[in-house]
């Protein structure tokens, strides 16, 4: 028995992932899983720092506070500035 098929060109289709011929990447290296990745990193990374801010000694806070509002207290206020001429 013969097949009747037509031998063509395989199709590429332009939105495709991965062609026919080609070997396709593990999913963790798609860009996609990649920014996922990152993006979770960078919220355990903030956890941590949360929460060893949140268990500071209560006098360094206090003592980082007072230097904050001096700093705030040493820039001019926009109502302070000379009117023009």
Same mark, same amino acid.
Request: net charge positive; hydrophobic share 50%.
């Given at each position: 028995? *013969?097949?009747? !098929?037509?031998?063509?060109?395989?199709?590429?289709?332009?939105?495709?992932?991965? =062609?026919?011929?080609?070997?396709?990447?593990?999913?963790?290296?798609?860009k996609?899983?990649?920014?996922?990745?990152?993006? $979770?990193?960078?919220?355990? *990374?903030?956890?941590?720092?949360? =929460?060893?801010l $949140?268990? !500071?000694?209560r #006098?360094? =806070? &206090?003592?980082?506070?007072?230097? /904050? !509002? #001096?700093? /705030?207290? &040493? /820039?001019? #206020? $926009?109502?302070?500035?000379?009117?023009?001429?």
């Amino acid at each position: 028995m *013969t097949s009747t !098929r037509c031998h063509t060109p395989a199709v590429v289709r332009i939105y495709s992932i991965a =062609t026919i011929d080609a070997p396709a990447k593990p999913m963790w290296h798609h860009k996609s899983v990649i920014a996922l990745f990152q993006i $979770a990193l960078q919220l355990l *990374t903030d956890l941590l720092g949360l =929460t060893a801010l $949140a268990f !500071r000694q209560r #006098r360094s =806070t &206090a003592a980082e506070i007072l230097v /904050l !509002r #001096r700093q /705030l207290a &040493a /820039l001019p #206020r $926009a109502g302070d500035q000379a009117a023009p001429n």
